[in-house]
């Protein structure tokens, strides 16, 4: 790999170092292009890499792609795109043994995969690498690239994007002033603007603070279509309290392994384990009818009861969540946790076809950027699937367009 570009035009460009952007990059570069990775800030800055709760798969023997696809249209009120569905969906299983060849290693039981089941989900198949799932993955794609020929043009913000003889020209500013980049196709996979949103909202996000949308806003400004793009999405479980937690993702999975939310009376008041929208909304409501609770520093929440999850399934699934409450005096596994819903993710985006191709001719799109896959409602541990399954088709997508 180089960091310094011997010259400024590629077969491919990729714009962001998410798992999205990586997956087209590696597999972009394998299908012979040359490519150039350019990434606002470093390689490793992402929202990708914060991910724990896992990515989603039908292995189970009660499961198939199709019964998945069918909890995601369900899950998204049947605003997803079917073919975007579908495709997600039969390509996990596949994605999932790439990113094996790559080094991530899942969580395995009884001889095969550990799997749990997520809110939205009707089978068991979400795989997770502890609760480190994003780190795993965005690590060995990282590696994969930075093994190969590819370029990466760190620090390079993108500011404009404009049709040139060969393809595409990308405009960046940089620490050393304006740079211009040639690529015969171009990958936007620079995540969402949520990090943006939560500021101007006053609320908490889980995002980076890269996540501020600026490449959505190039897009369009260069002419392509965008769909569901007022949809963000709110993460149920955010950390209310203590103050160092605030703004953290609790790992849906506590849920998924006996966790339950209650309110001040300590009653159940919502199924733990449905859409996150439904979710978000039941603890919005909770708190509207005054039957929340307050944190020590006077916000908003509910109570998150992790005292039922297993010991074994915390040590083996959770181990970082109980690394944080446990270093802030608080033992998840002996009391209930204070959470309250904080902005995650944007479910809509540029559009694009099977190919991650948007409306825009040698433009793709993959991963948060991009619109239809989730519709407007995401099941949690289809993000690092969408970023694997749709990174490697607008890879080699692309790759194949700047060729022709």
């Keep these: 790999m180089q960091r310094v570009p011997p010259a400024t035009s590629f077969d491919v460009l990729v714009v962001g170092s998410g798992a999205s952007g990586l997956a087209a990059a590696v597999s972009a ?43 995601v249209m369900r899950s998204s009120h049947g605003t997803a795109e079917p073919e975007l569905v579908q495709v997600l969906t039969s390509e996990a299983p596949a994605a999932i043994h790439w990113l094996e060849e790559l080094g991530v290693a899942f969580t395995r039981s009884n001889g095969g995969y550990r799997l749990a089941r997520c809110g939205g989900a009707s089978r068991k198949r979400l795989l997770q690498v502890g609760d480190r799932t994003g780190h795993a993955i965005t690590k060995a794609l990282r590696d994969a690239y930075e093994a190969g020929a590819g370029v990466v043009l760190a620090h390079h913000a993108l ?63 260069a002419g392509a279509e965008v769909r569901d793009l007022d949809a963000l999405q709110y993460h149920p479980n955010g950390g209310a309290w203590p103050s160092t937690m605030q703004g953290y993702s609790i ?67 959770l181990p970082y969540m109980l690394r944080r409450y446990r270093g802030a005096g608080i033992d998840p596994l002996e009391e209930p ?62 790759a194949e367009r700047a060729w022709s």
């Design 251 to 317: 790992p849906e999975t506590t849920r998924a392994y006996g966790a339950v939310l209650r309110n001040a009376d300590g009653a159940e008041f919502t199924d733990s384990l449905g859409p996150r929208d439904a979710v978000s909304q039941a603890i919005f409501d909770e708190v509207e009818t005054g039957k929340g609770v307050t944190t020590p520093d006077g916000r908003p929440a509910v109570w998150l009861d992790t005292t039922r999850i297993a010991l074994e399934d915390a040590e083996i699934s």
């Design 29 to 71: 570069s394998r299908a012979g292009a040359r490519v150039a990775l350019a990434t606002k800030t470093t390689l490793q800055a992402c929202n990708s890499a914060k991910a724990q709760g896992g990515i989603q798969a039908a292995f189970g023997d009660d499961d198939s792609p199709e019964i998945h696809a069918e909890d």
């Design 159 to 221: 500011t404009e994007l404009a049709p040139g003889a060969s393809g595409w020209i990308a405009s960046f500013r940089t620490k050393d002033g304006a740079s211009r980049v040639e690529a015969g196709a171009v990958v936007l996979a620079a995540g969402g603007r949520c990090f943006a949103e939560a500021e101007t909202r006053g609320e908490l996000s889980t995002n980076h603070p890269n996540a501020t949308g600026e490449v959505t806003r190039i897009a369009l400004e």
């Design 337 to 398: 946790i204070y959470t309250y819903p904080v902005l995650h993710y944007q479910n809509g985006g540029l559009v694009i076809d099977e190919r991650a191709e948007t409306t825009l001719e040698g433009v793709f799109a993959c991963g948060e950027i991009a619109g239809g896959t989730h519709g407007r409602n995401r099941m949690m541990g289809n993000s690092l699937l969408e970023c694997t399954v749709f990174g490697r088709r607008a890879g080699k997508a692309a």
